[in-house]
């Protein structure tokens, strides 16, 4: 039948044979898997003769307007090439190879000699995706392996680079053979033959400039002859589940297809409400002068910058105040009255420190008394024990003993009491005499301080050294101690009854747009849900604390809450971008095997984090297309445009 001599009553369709070999090769491609799950090696099913092949003409007498031919372009296209790129597959394909290439460059999965239907197998590393298929393994029978390979990060085929084939017997050593290159693109066809049956060890090591990886195929069986084989494939054999969708893996290399995996998670569903950071109460503070007089800076210093560090209860400034003249005179005469009296404590002083200077003699004099009784009286009792002195000597010598120590005694007592005296009139002049320094004619005695009454930082300096200051009516610093900090949000009235109780929240900032913090998880907690209504907005305040050793939140910045309102433990979670919306229910891909999907419903639950909770359609595990979904959900609306045809 020839297609190109038929006119075609749509002028914006090109002939058949007119679309380009690149759309050929993806309808040709896109044929092999409407009807099966495994492919065939060897089964006249998947065969479709030129006599039964539909026609690649649109319907007759179907007319478009000329604004909706462009819109409809491609999917007839798809349509078109899918069926006339089926039809040219019949003739590709050499007998035992399962994976030969047609004519268009795609590959038709080839006839087999045994008629059975392949093993496929589909696995998964850190790194790669391996989908194989492979004929039911016989002893002494060449045996083709069709091994493609994807890299998990980017969807991209096995460009370059080589496979290692590992075999190994039960209980034997290890056989290897080597393939330089992939036939293509992402395929490698190793060929094994197998001398005896059995069980064996499989792996294959990949090297490519890509990436260098080793996925354990695990066991296969190799069966003593054909019947065998046979027994086997029926006993694995099975329908296929619904709603299959076939795609092959050059289709997804070509769309750059990304797998993502169902995960056990914890997920929070949180609602956004605008907030501001402030500074905590009490950790403000605004330092005004309690009475009129001049801004001077502390005795010690200069006054405090902006940026500054003080401490609580530091002297920040000093207020002097101003005074009339007749209090300055009654300062002079106050001065010097407290002359008069120090020059008088002075003369005190002075004569206990005479009086203590004899004291010291005598005390000196009686020690040199009380020496010289004791040797005296040590003499006599020494010439008493040798007969030598007599009675009333030695009486004398204790008597003069007793004398110097009752002597010396007193002179001890003496000089303590003008030690007592001297630090109880020293005592008495700094309690109640002030220094004449400070009761001068200027009013500097009268300067009052300025203190510091929170630790913190200087973020406000309002005035100069030397101005003028209204009592009480002038801020002259401001404190803020940002070491924690408050964020206020307002929640509407209508959302409280979502918000769990001590609910979780996470914190985002517009001057920092990658950051998330959480708030919780952070150190912080929640400090208050209002009990009042705002009337004007009709909104709660949700205030939460948070700390900022680092600095990074700064008072008065805007922020962005979000504050959970339910929690989903351990729940089923998909990355978000595998959803798909199909007549406003949402469903996902699940891969069956590598190019075979499964259109799922999905029962969504919480979001949280670009993960989305499935409390049904999904399990646990499963892996599901987060890159290319509509590809397939495009190619699952068109089975006819994609399944017939394609050879096995």
């Known amino acids: 039948m020839s297609i190109s001599s038929e006119k075609s009553p749509w002028p914006h369709v090109m002939p058949c044979q007119a679309i380009t070999s690149g759309v050929r090769e993806r309808a040709a491609d896109s044929c092999h898997l409407r009807e099966r799950r495994r492919v065939s090696m060897d089964s006249p099913r998947g065969v479709t003769n030129s006599t039964d092949a539909p026609s690649c003409k649109p319907p007759q007498g179907l007319k478009l307007p000329a604004c909706l031919a462009p819109s409809v372009l491609l999917i007839w296209v798809m349509i078109v090439g899918g069926v006339c790129g089926c039809d040219r597959a019949t003739g590709?394909?050499?007998?035992?190879?399962?994976?030969?290439?047609?004519?268009?460059?795609?590959?038709?999965?080839?006839?087999?000699?045994?008629?059975?239907?392949?093993?496929?197998?589909?696995?998964?590393?850190?790194?790669?995706?391996?989908?194989?298929?492979?004929?039911?393994?016989?002893?002494?029978?060449?045996?083709r392996f069709l091994a493609h390979f994807s890299v998990l990060a980017t969807g991209e085929p096995i460009r370059r680079g080589s496979l290692t084939f590992e075999v190994t017997p039960a209980g034997g050593t290890p056989a290897k053979k080597a393939w330089e290159v992939p036939r293509r693109d992402g395929l490698f066809v190793p060929e094994w033959t197998f001398d005896s049956p059995g069980a064996y060890r499989l792996r294959l090591l990949v090297d490519s400039p890509q990436v260098q990886d080793v996925v354990d195929v695990g066991e296969i069986a190799v069966h003593p002859d054909t019947h065998e084989a046979e027994h086997a494939a029926e006993a694995t054999g099975g329908d296929d589940p619904p709603d299959l969708v076939p795609f092959l893996m050059e289709q997804q290399w070509k769309i750059g297809m990304l797998l993502g995996q169902a995960s056990q998670r914890t997920l929070v569903e949180r609602l956004s409400i605008p907030a501001q950071i402030v500074a905590p109460q009490g950790a403000s503070a605004a330092v005004s002068p309690p009475i009129a007089g001049r801004l001077l800076p502390p005795p010690d210093g200069h006054l405090p910058r902006v940026g500054d560090k003080v401490e609580a209860g530091q002297v920040l400034a000093m207020i002097e105040p101003p005074l009339p003249v007749t209090e300055v005179y009654q300062l002079s005469a106050n001065r010097a009255q407290v002359q008069?009296?120090?020059?008088?404590?002075?003369?005190?002083?002075?004569?206990?420190?005479?009086?203590?200077?004899?004291?010291?003699?005598?005390?000196?004099?009686?020690?040199?008394?009380?020496?010289?009784?004791?040797r005296a009286n040590e003499r006599v009792a020494t010439l008493r024990e040798k007969g030598v002195g007599t009675e009333q000597q030695y009486d004398e010598a204790q008597q003069s003993l007793r004398l110097a120590e009752a002597e010396n005694e007193a002179a001890k007592a003496m000089k303590r009491s003008y030690e007592d005296a001297r630090g109880r009139l020293a005592k008495l002049r700094s309690q109640a005499m002030p220094s004449a320094s400070t009761l001068g004619t200027d009013v500097a005695s009268y300067r009052m301080p300025l203190l510091a009454p929170i630790s913190g930082e200087v973020v406000s300096v309002a005035h100069i050294e030397g101005e003028h200051l209204d009592a009480a009516h002038q801020e002259v610093f401001r404190i803020v101690n940002a070491d924690h900090v408050w964020i206020v949000g307002n929640i509407s009235e209508f959302d409280l009854a979502r918000l769990a109780e001590n609910p979780s929240a996470s914190l985002a900032l517009p001057s920092y747009p990658d950051r998330r913090m959480d708030v919780l998880g952070s150190g912080g907690r929640l400090v208050n849900i209002g009990r009042v209504v705002e009337p004007q907005t009709r909104t709660v305040s949700v205030i939460y604390e948070l700390p900022n050793k680092d600095g990074l939140l700064r008072v008065g910045m805007f922020a962005e809450v979000h504050v959970e309102t339910r929690k989903a433990v351990d729940a089923v979670a998909i990355p978000e971008e595998a959803i798909v919306m199909d007549n406003g229910h949402p469903i996902a891909f699940v891969l069956i095997e590598g190019e075979s999907f499964q259109r799922r419903e999905l029962e969504l639950g919480v979001r949280d984090s670009g993960f989305v909770e499935v409390r049904s359609g999904v399990e646990l595990g499963q892996r599901l297309i987060t890159k290319g979904a509509y590809a397939v959900k495009l190619a699952a609306q068109s089975p006819a445009s994609f399944g017939a045809g394609h050879v096995h």
Do not use: N
């Open 340 to 374: 008069a009296l120090e020059t008088e404590l002075a003369l005190r002083e002075l004569d206990l420190d005479t009086k203590a200077l004899e004291v010291e003699r005598a005390l000196i004099q009686s020690q040199a008394k009380l020496e010289y009784a004791r």
């Open 92 to 143: 590709g394909g050499e007998q035992g190879d399962p994976h030969a290439h047609d004519s268009t460059g795609g590959h038709a999965h080839g006839s087999g000699e045994d008629g059975l239907d392949p093993i496929s197998v589909t696995l998964f590393t850190e790194k790669l995706e391996l989908f194989m298929e492979y004929p039911h393994l016989v002893r002494g029978v060449p045996a």
